[in-house]
């Protein structure tokens, strides 16, 4: 990550592998979605989620 090291909550590992994910959003009217960083640790496979913002509709940048 930006800066700072990332480290497994679960294993203390440091490797991990990256992907992007769309999260929808739904109520009366769906707007939009969240977009997230999916960091999984090549370890023990735990996911952590970062937020990148929000998306009209659905799609990844």
């Keep these: 990550m930006e800066g700072r090291a990332l480290k ?3 294993c203390e ?3 991990f592998k990256q ?3 769309v999260l929808a959003k739904y109520g009366v009217f ?3 979605d ?3 960083k999916a960091m999984i ?3 023990c496979k ?3 989620l970062f ?3 929000s998306t009209f509709f659905l799609g990844v940048d």
Excluded: F, N
Aim: contains cysteine; glycine residues 8%; hydrophobic residues 25%.
């Design 34 to 36: 969240y977009k997230v």
């Design 41 to 43: 640790c090549t370890e």
């Design 13 to 15: 590992g440091t490797e």
């Design 51 to 53: 937020e990148e913002g």
């Design 8 to 10: 497994c909550p679960v």
């Design 46 to 48: 735990h996911i952590m």
């Design 30 to 32: 769906r707007v939009s």
């Design 19 to 21: 992907d992007k994910v």
